[in-house]
């Protein structure tokens, strides 16, 4: 069956028609600048190569029916009418504690999602636009939501406390979350199909390292401790996020820059990490370069981060009394060797043994640790739409 799957961002809207039966994806494409000046539509299916293409949009209605006609053209849509997509699956930022699963949208689901406005005041609000933009434009097709805080909802009370007066999260439920949720679950998953084992026998190490990095702990295919917390703030140094830091730096920083909380904490969403370490970029590609030009900035950005990354794997191998398999994922883990070699340099203690060769290889995936090593470690590509497209299905079978 025709499964949508939507990514809905204040000012974006990232989609993909996938065949649940086959996996393949049908179309897929990206709304731009909704609301701003010069909206557009970027397209590709498999009947046309990608194109970008300037269309009004001046909220996420116009967008959706922007995607409906592109998906319906004559001559490069995928399918002849909309009635063909049997269902709506998104993404959603944050479920708190009401959802450690996916949901089929009903009022109540709404109201639960908006109650967590709160934790993701930038994600929430936009993910629900886009869901009730469908509910308008498609009456009869099901929405399914998939949270990327649910699968961490298995985390014992112990990893999700934070040391705070207990009121916090009793009254406010501030507590660790994390997210991700549905990459650690995909490559956990395919893990355990790839050794041939049952997901209850393993304990795997996630390192889900993109633009945002997070790191997760899954014992017997349960998520049982993760890097980021009660926001995406948290946890391994990132693009431009700084990850964990010393909690007193705000006060810190806002009394130097006579800034509030909120304005240091853009600072330590959007100017920090390896793009604030290094002056360079958040992309690690450009920080690869600089280093092999000898950019000494580069080089001690780097070091930082492959140092945050090789401290939550020691630590999730202690939490879990040891690890089976270690998996690196996203932009970066699929793709950066040398991000990959650096890690790995420091697990020996582990029994890790890197296989150079295989881990020569990007975006695929791979064993990159040899035969014999004690620990096994892998590439796997993440595909959270894939993801998504299945719970969506399976919620609704
Ligand atoms: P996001 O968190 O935005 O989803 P991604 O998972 O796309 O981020 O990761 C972005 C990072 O992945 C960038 O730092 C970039 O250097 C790296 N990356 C993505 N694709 C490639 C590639 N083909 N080769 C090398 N690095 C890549």
Request: charged content about 25%; hydrophobic content about 40%; overall charge negative.
């Given at each position: 069956?025709?499964?949508?799957?939507?990514?809905?961002?204040?000012?974006?809207?990232?989609?993909?028609?996938?065949?649940?039966?086959?996996?393949?994806?049908?179309?897929?494409?990206?709304?731009?600048?909704?609301?701003?000046?010069?909206?557009?539509?970027?397209?590709?299916?498999?009947?046309?190569?990608?194109?970008?293409?300037?269309?009004?949009?001046?909220?996420?209605?116009?967008?959706?029916?922007?995607?409906?006609?592109?998906?319906?053209?004559?001559?490069?849509?995928?399918?002849?009418?909309?009635?063909?997509?049997?269902?709506?699956?998104?993404?959603?930022?944050?479920?708190?504690?009401?959802?450690?699963?996916?949901?089929?949208?009903?009022?109540?689901?709404?109201?639960?999602?908006?109650?967590?406005?709160?934790?993701?005041?930038?994600?929430?609000?936009?993910?629900?636009?886009?869901?009730?933009?469908?509910?308008?434009?498609?009456?009869?097709?099901?929405?399914?939501?998939?949270?990327?805080?649910?699968?961490?909802?298995?985390?014992?009370?112990?990893?999700?406390?934070?040391?705070?007066?207990?009121?916090?999260?009793?009254?406010?439920?501030?507590?660790?979350?994390?997210?991700?949720?549905?990459?650690?679950?995909?490559?956990?998953?395919?893990?355990?199909?790839?050794?041939?084992?049952?997901?209850?026998?393993?304990?795997?190490?996630?390192?889900?390292?993109?633009?945002?990095?997070?790191?997760?702990?899954?014992?017997?295919?349960?998520?049982?401790?993760?890097?980021?917390?009660?926001?995406?703030?948290?946890?391994?140094i990132?693009?431009?996020?700084s990850?964990?830091?010393?909690?007193?730096?705000?006060?810190?920083?806002?009394?130097?820059?006579?800034?509030?909380?909120?304005?240091?904490?853009?600072?330590?969403?959007?100017?920090s990490g390896i793009a604030g370490l290094s002056g360079v970029?958040s992309?690690?590609?450009?920080i690869?370069?600089?280093?092999?030009?000898?950019?000494?900035t580069a080089?001690s950005a780097f070091d930082a981060y492959?140092?945050?990354?090789?401290?939550?794997?020691?630590?999730?191998?202690?939490?879990?009394?040891?690890?089976?398999?270690?998996?690196?994922?996203?932009?970066?883990?699929?793709?950066?060797?040398?991000?990959?070699?650096?890690?790995?340099?420091?697990?020996?203690?582990?029994?890790?043994?890197?296989?150079?060769?295989?881990?020569?290889?990007?975006?695929?995936?791979?064993?990159?640790?040899?035969?014999?090593?004690?620990?096994?470690?892998?590439?796997?590509?993440?595909?959270?739409?894939?993801?998504?497209?299945?719970?969506?299905?399976?919620?609704?079978?």
């Amino acid at each position: 069956m025709e499964v949508l799957v939507i990514n809905c961002g204040s000012s974006s809207l990232k989609f993909q028609l996938i065949d649940s039966d086959s996996e393949k994806v049908l179309a897929k494409g990206l709304c731009e600048r909704i609301g701003i000046e010069g909206s557009s539509i970027t397209y590709e299916s498999e009947r046309c190569s990608k194109e970008t293409k300037e269309i009004d949009m001046p909220t996420h209605h116009e967008a959706i029916t922007a995607v409906i006609d592109a998906l319906t053209d004559k001559a490069k849509g995928v399918i002849k009418d909309m009635k063909e997509v049997k269902a709506v699956g998104h993404r959603v930022v944050h479920g708190g504690e009401y959802f450690s699963r996916p949901a089929v949208v009903t009022e109540e689901v709404l109201s639960k999602i908006e109650a967590c406005n709160y934790l993701a005041p930038l994600h929430n609000p936009a993910n629900i636009i886009g869901i009730k933009a469908c509910m308008r434009i498609m009456k009869d097709t099901p929405n399914v939501v998939v949270f990327d805080t649910a699968f961490h909802q298995t985390m014992p009370e112990s990893a999700f406390l934070y040391g705070l007066p207990e009121k916090y999260y009793k009254i406010n439920k501030i507590r660790r979350y994390g997210f991700h949720g549905t990459s650690h679950s995909f490559v956990s998953k395919r893990v355990a199909e790839i050794v041939g084992k049952s997901l209850s026998e393993l304990k795997t190490i996630v390192c889900h390292l993109g633009n945002g990095a997070s790191i997760c702990a899954v014992d017997g295919g349960k998520s049982v401790d993760t890097s980021m917390g009660l926001t995406p703030l948290a946890g391994v140094i990132m693009g431009t996020r700084s990850g964990d830091i010393d909690p007193g730096i705000l006060e810190v920083i806002a009394d130097i820059e006579k800034k509030d909380v909120s304005q240091v904490t853009d600072i330590l969403n959007k100017e920090s990490g390896i793009a604030g370490l290094s002056g360079v970029s958040s992309d690690f590609r450009d920080i690869t370069k600089a280093i092999e030009e000898g950019n000494k900035t580069a080089k001690s950005a780097f070091d930082a981060y492959i140092q945050t990354v090789v401290r939550f794997i020691g630590a999730y191998v202690a939490v879990m009394n040891g690890v089976d398999n270690i998996v690196f994922t996203a932009g970066v883990g699929e793709n950066n060797t040398a991000v990959r070699q650096a890690v790995c340099s420091h697990l020996g203690y582990l029994g890790v043994m890197l296989d150079e060769k295989a881990n020569s290889k990007r975006g695929e995936e791979v064993m990159i640790s040899t035969p014999d090593s004690k620990v096994k470690v892998y590439v796997i590509p993440t595909n959270e739409e894939l993801a998504i497209a299945r719970e969506t299905v399976s919620l609704l079978k």
